[in-house]
Structures are given as structure tokens and as C-alpha cells.
């Protein structure tokens, strides 16, 4: 069964650090592309960085560039989003996700596979 198993996040002070991971069960991560989504309350779901099979990361949402970094290890079938100078609007579920799209260039779609999400909470 293929499986995306989250963790990390939790709660942190405004201007803060957190580190999410997501850990690839029952297929290998290497040549897929993968992305963090996060979801607030009463607001749709969006990319907030996503990260090539074989390069480097290939998006950053606005809301979070220069503050947040992607990265992966295919060799630990793990895909990291360290967190850092947090604030209170980056509060939200984050979630996971996998594409089987290959190549350079992933922008968030598609997306086959989701993580159940964790909760991120920053507070002022």
C-alpha cells in the first residue's frame, strides 16, 4: 500500500522554526516530484513549495519564499519543508504530496498521492 507518513509541526512562536518531514512508504520517492500544500480555516487548499525528481526545488509560493526550504532525501525516501521566521498566517494544516510526473519544472499538479496533513500553528 502506498503511503505518505508525515510528521513534525506542531506550535511556534511568531518568527520561529519548525520542520515538517514525509517519509514515502511502499514506493521510492526518487524520480517523483513532490510538494507541500497547506490549508487554513475557511480558505482552499494551496502549494506552498513543490521540489523536482533529480533537481532542485521548482516553486515557491510567494507568501513564503526567502522564509521556507524544500528538500529530499531519495536515499531515506523523506521530503523535508524546513520552516523558519513563522508567522501567525502561516497557521494551517500542511500536507504532503506526491506526483508521478517526471522532469523538471513541477508546479504543484498533478498531485496522485496525499499525506494525511499535520497541524502548523504560529502564535503572536
Known amino acids: 500500500e502506498v503511503q505518505l507518513v508525515q510528521s513534525g509541526g506542531g506550535m511556534a512562536q511568531d518568527g520561529g522554526s519548525l520542520m515538517l518531514s514525509c517519509a514515502g512508504v511502499?514506493?521510492?520517492?526518487?524520480?517523483?516530484?513532490l510538494g507541500w500544500f497547506r490549508q487554513a480555516p475557511g480558505k482552499e487548499r494551496e502549494a506552498v513549495s513543490c521540489i523536482s525528481g533529480g533537481v532542485g526545488p521548482s516553486y515557491y509560493s510567494d507568501s513564503v519564499k526567502g522564509r521556507f526550504h524544500i528538500s529530499r532525501h531519495n536515499a531515506k525516501n523523506t521530503a523535508y519543508l524546513k520552516m523558519d521566521s513563522l508567522k501567525p498566517e502561516d497557521t494551517a494544516v500542511y500536507y504532503c504530496?506526491?506526483?508521478?510526473?517526471?522532469?523538471?519544472?513541477?508546479?504543484?499538479?498533478?498531485?496522485?498521492?496525499w499525506g494525511l496533513g499535520t497541524q502548523v500553528t504560529v502564535s503572536s
Open positions: 504530496a506526491a506526483s508521478e510526473r517526471r522532469g523538471p519544472g513541477y508546479d504543484a499538479t498533478p498531485v496522485n498521492y
Open positions: 511502499g514506493f521510492t520517492f526518487e524520480d517523483l516530484s
